[in-house]
């Protein structure tokens, strides 16, 4: 297993928990797919050792709550290269040997975001919409081979993601969030029956099938409602 990621010392230690818990050799590799190249750069060293990738998890992303007109330019920019382009990339460089090879899949981890435009966090929603539409659109290709595409779209999630890009300020925090433990069982499972869309918690599951009956406008004005700034305490 390869772990992939900016945070080096924090992979170290996951890396440590999977090789002690669950006999899993692993790898670390430490590389800010943020950056121009990275992801061409990550293909070329794999083909470069020979080491054929069967299982792709795209699980890195960005977000960041707030007004669009008063956001981080630059932030809002990485977002999208993360979030949806190297995601895309990553899909074009690792899914043909996986075909030629007739095994694997992918499994793309999008959000409920991705079913709604999001006021307050506009351009993180639109780009799990992207992740959203390419990994269904993906499955479809694939069908009738032995490769699976997998989309994971969790809703609020008890991560440090939460609180790294400012939700934790929001309405819709306060209502709880799914244990990354239930979420990732969730996504793991769906990928191994080869399901195109997991969608984990009841609750969350309800939601997004509603919200095919719902008038846009009112689905719009519910997810500013929710992404709305509360009181401390409130």
Sequence with gaps: ?????????????????????????TRVLAMDLTRPGAVEELTCRFSTEDFPVDVLVNCAGLGQWGEF????????????QLNAAALAELCLRFLPSMLA?????????????????????????ATK????????????????????????????????????????????????????????RAGHQGFR??????????????????LRFLPRPAARKIVHWLKSPVAPGK
């Excluded at 007109?69 to 999208?80: A, G, I």
């Excluded at 095994?103 to 506009?122: D, K, Q």
Aim: aromatic share 6%.
């Design 69 to 80: 007109t008063e956001s981080d330019v630059e932030r809002q920019l990485r977002m999208v």
């Design 193 to 210: 029956r080869g399901r195109t869309l997991v969608v984990p918690g009841t609750s969350n599951h309800f939601s997004t099938f509603g």
């Design 101 to 125: 090879r007739r095994m694997g899949g992918i499994l793309n981890v999008a959000s409920t975001a991705g079913f709604v435009p999001g006021p307050r966090m506009a351009v993180y929603y």
């Design 1 to 25: 297993m390869i772990l992939l990621g900016r945070r080096e010392g924090v992979l170290r230690e996951v890396a440590a928990r999977i090789e002690s818990q669950c006999n899993v050799e």
């Design 129 to 184: 919409a992207f992740v959203l539409s390419l990994s269904e659109a993906l499955a479809e290709e694939v069908r009738g081979t032995s490769v699976t595409i997998t989309c994971l779209a969790p809703g609020p999630t008890d991560t440090p993601f939460l609180k790294a890009s400012g939700q934790h300020h929001s309405r819709l925090y306060q209502w709880g969030a799914m244990p990354v433990e239930s979420v990732a």
